[in-house]
């Protein structure tokens, strides 16, 4: 244990991270997958994926020894779990009735978008804790503060990004983008919230939000099924902000905030970055 808190805290802590992984491959398999299946799968990824993968990162691993930085993890939870999610919308393939042999997608919608909004805006007060949570030291508070901010301003530029960009491409605005702009907000700010100014963090969800409009999309037209656009919204903006981190990579804030400084530039932080995207 590293950190000054407990170790049942930290323990605490990790499983539940480990436990967001799992749940982010629910989404996408949702409606044609079995029980025992999908507990079958969630018990691979969280004993056997998830503990190499976050070793690698927060263990002091390969890539964590060598430079790679994700604060609260945009790739150990949640570009983990979109490509086991990936994997299992390709094993299962589409529900009955979604593509048709036109090459038309037929939209079915979810059957209650006031609990799609409830259950949005209790992420955005989890991720309070997810991120800020990181910091492993309650007692540091410029630090969560400024990764509290960072979150939050995330959040709302991914919001008002998905809304532009559903407008713009569907021709009217669409609650669901604009729900999944906001978590696209979110993960994306999640490996960078501690690395990043806070206007970087604004760009970083404002740019994720315009994404996962265009990675629903874009995965509808290769008749990859994700009901709830999980694969859009954690694999696509995880990978996202990962290398966001790179991209705006800011020493003095690495230092002082996530006490976490590699010394590397911009440049130099987006290449170690991409090369853990691609491990």
Known sequence: NWTPVPLWAKFFFQLVFAGTCATIVSGAVAERIKFHAFLAFSFLLV?????VTGHWIWGGGLLGANNFRDFAGSTVVHSVGGWAALAGVIALGARLGKYGKDGRV???PGHSMTSAALGVLILWLGWFGFNPGSTMAAMNGSAIS?????TNMAAATGALGATVAAWLMLGKPDLS???NGCLAGLVAVTAPCAFVSIGSSALIGLVGGVLVVLAVLAFDKVKLDDPVGALSVHLVNGVWGTLALGLFYDNDVATNVAALATGLSRGEQFLVQLKGVLY
């Open 146 to 150: 400024h990764i509290l901010v960072a």
């Open 177 to 179: 983008m604009i729900l």
């Open 47 to 51: 004993a056997f994926v998830y503990p």
């Open 106 to 108: 037929n939209p079915i």
